[in-house]
T-cell receptor
Framework: DTAVSQTPKYLVTQMGNDKSIKCEQN?????MYWYKQDSKKFLKIMFS???????INETVPNRFSPKSPDKAHLNLHINSLELGDSAVYFC???????????FGQGTRLTVV | DQQVKQNSPSLSVQEGRISILNCDYT??????FLWYKKYPAEGPTFLIS?????DKNEDGRFTVFLNKSAKHLSLHIVPSQPGDSAVYFC????????????FGSGTRLLVRP
């Protein structure tokens, strides 16, 4: 059983489109995250939810909107996609204030 | 401004020898440090962590050393195995309620058979 799963694994789309990436964790964790790995391979946090409440919102364009319907799910919706949004997006989860996060396999988004 | 730096993009080591991966940080507020390992097309996997109240933490073949005065940490892998070939990321955090990890850019380790 995959602990943190993201769908889709690959996403190719045109500029201006709206797309969503889904994430689910079956670890019973109370905190979920979205990280972005850019072309320089840096992993940077975008959002964090704790018990469905947004606790971290980094300087991300408001075209990016996370949604957490329950503690096990954190989806990422992106409006009006731009070329610069091309990256690998990782979902992660952790429990009880522990910083050891478990990551999904990533979603490679390519905007053409 | 990079708060966590891994200055060696790559490292090649013979199987059975020690691998030493280095990480420097600039933010003196960081009090918790982690190492992650990443294979291609997979997400990062947690490897080992250390709190700033310690200077060493060991788990099997993996040991992390922390030098707070130098703002430097290192990961030692002994003995290195070909399966250890991966990208290793150093991460740091302030262990308040922010749950935020700041990652370095990674070091690609190649363990030669």
């Amino acid at each position: 059983d995959t602990a943190v799963s993201q769908t889709p694994k690959y996403l190719v789309t045109q500029m201006g489109n709206d797309k969503s990436i889904k994430c689910e964790q079956n670890l019973g964790h109370d905190t979920m995250y979205w990280y972005k790995q850019d072309s320089k391979k840096f992993l940077k946090i975008m959002f964090s939810y704790n018990n469905k409440e947004l606790i971290i919102n980094e300087t991300v364009p408001n075209r990016f909107s996370p949604k957490s319907p329950d503690k096990a799910h954190l989806n990422l919706h992106i409006n009006s996609l731009e070329l610069g949004d091309s990256a690998v997006y990782f979902c992660a989860s952790s429990q009880g204030g522990r910083l050891e996060a478990f990551f999904g396999q990533g979603t490679r988004l390519t905007v053409v | 401004d990079q708060q966590v730096k891994q200055n060696s993009p790559s490292l090649s080591v013979q199987e059975g020898r020690i691998s030493i991966l280095n990480c420097d940080y600039t933010n003196s507020m960081f009090d918790y440090f982690l190492w992650y390992k990443k294979y291609p097309a997979e997400g990062p996997t947690f490897l080992i962590s250390i709190s700033s109240i310690k200077d060493k933490n060991e788990d099997g073949r993996f040991t992390v050393f922390l030098n707070k005065s130098a703002k430097h940490l290192s990961l030692h892998i002994v003995p290195s195995q070909p399966g250890d070939s991966a990208v290793y990321f150093c991460a740091a955090s302030v262990s308040d309620s922010s749950y935020k990890l700041i990652f370095g850019s990674g070091t690609r380790l190649l363990v030669r058979p």
